[in-house]
């Protein structure tokens, strides 16, 4: 089946530079994705974007490339709750990558089992309207209760403007819940203003809340872009990202977000992000509880 991608569609950037800032030993890229390739996984029908296709092999590349170990592969939303690709994915990886699912009330325990004994540790759970219909949140209530069993977590990616209205939600989830992007941020508001206080107090007052501190490229709105070499990017989104990593140190992870579906006005250099680190982790002992211990402890906790 062929695909045609969603018009100004950004493919990933081709020859990423080699990152000036060297990632600790056993570092995890905790925020990637794959897509198809159509051909062999095809696109879910109910999808809202098309994008080009990008490999486990690709991703792997990357990994190697930018002096990563290894990777949490995220459902992506254009392959709906049809998991193969990502699973796919985790089952080529040699024990290097764990996985993210999107499942239905339908999921049967064999298949729940099945993707566990692939490496899937969590299901994600999406609030982000312009990418996915509503599901009923007692569907979701029931999803979490049975994948609390196999000591998953959930994964949750809401905009900003909704944390209060799904406050309740979120905090009666009985996992751990990991936050995708910071809630995604305004960062044109201030750092210490009501909405991104909102979402500090979420985590201070729930210890079973993440964060992933990733996506800046999303976030940014006065950049500058992760490209030609930029040793700056995104200065705009560094306050709100420290903050979250100096505040809770333990409960942080980073990601590349690579392929970086649906940016619409640049598509930044993979190595230029990873030069993003030390600003927004700027000790080695916080870069090391970043990028190996927290998602080691989340995703191979056996190897603790
Ligand atoms: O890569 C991300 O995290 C963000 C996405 C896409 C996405 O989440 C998905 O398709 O599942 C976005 O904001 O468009």
């Known amino acids: 089946m062929t695909f045609e991608k969603t018009p100004g569609w950004l493919d990933w950037y081709q020859g990423p530079t080699k990152p000036q800032f060297k990632v600790p030993a056993g570092a995890v890229d905790a925020h990637c994705h794959v897509f198809g390739p159509g051909e062999e996984f095809p ?29 949490v592969v995220v459902q992506a939303t254009c392959h709906g709750a049809d998991n193969r690709a990502m699973v796919d994915a985790l089952v080529h990886s040699n024990g290097k990558a764990r996985g993210v699912a999107t499942v239905k009330r339908s999921v049967t325990d064999a298949e729940l089992q099945a993707m566990h004994d692939a490496g899937v540790r969590g299901v994600r759970f999406n609030f982000v309207k312009r990418l996915v219909d509503f599901t009923p949140k007692d569907e979701l209530v029931e999803i979490a209760g049975r994948i609390k069993e196999l ?5 949750i990616y809401f905009e900003a403007v909704d ?14 819940v990991v936050v995708d992007h910071m809630g995604r941020p305004d960062v044109t508001k201030p ?8 979402f500090v107090k979420f985590m201070r007052e729930h210890a079973n809340v993440w964060s992933k501190v990733s996506c800046p490229e999303r976030l940014s709105v006065s950049g500058p872009p992760a490209l030609n070499g930029e040793q700056n990017a995104y200065r ?14 333990d409960r942080v992870l980073w990601g590349t977000d690579w392929p970086h579906p649906n940016l619409k006005d640049h598509m930044p250099d993979d190595g230029l992000l990873v030069d993003f680190i030390p600003h927004i982790a700027s000790t080695p002992e916080l870069q090391r509880k970043l990028l190996v211990d927290n998602p080691m402890r989340l995703y191979w906790p056996e190897e603790k």
């Open 43 to 71: 696109f879910a029908p109910e999808r809202k974007y098309t994008p080009c296709d990008a490999s486990n092999e690709q991703l792997y590349a990357l990994r190697d490339h930018l002096g990563f170990s290894r990777n």
């Open 151 to 155: 000591g998953w977590h959930v994964v």
């Open 163 to 176: 944390l209060s209205e799904l406050w309740d939600f979120f905090t009666a989830l009985p996992t751990t």
């Open 191 to 198: 750092v210490d203003g009501p909405e991104f206080e909102l």
């Open 236 to 249: 705009d989104v560094i306050p709100f990202a420290r903050r979250i990593v100096e505040t809770f140190p």
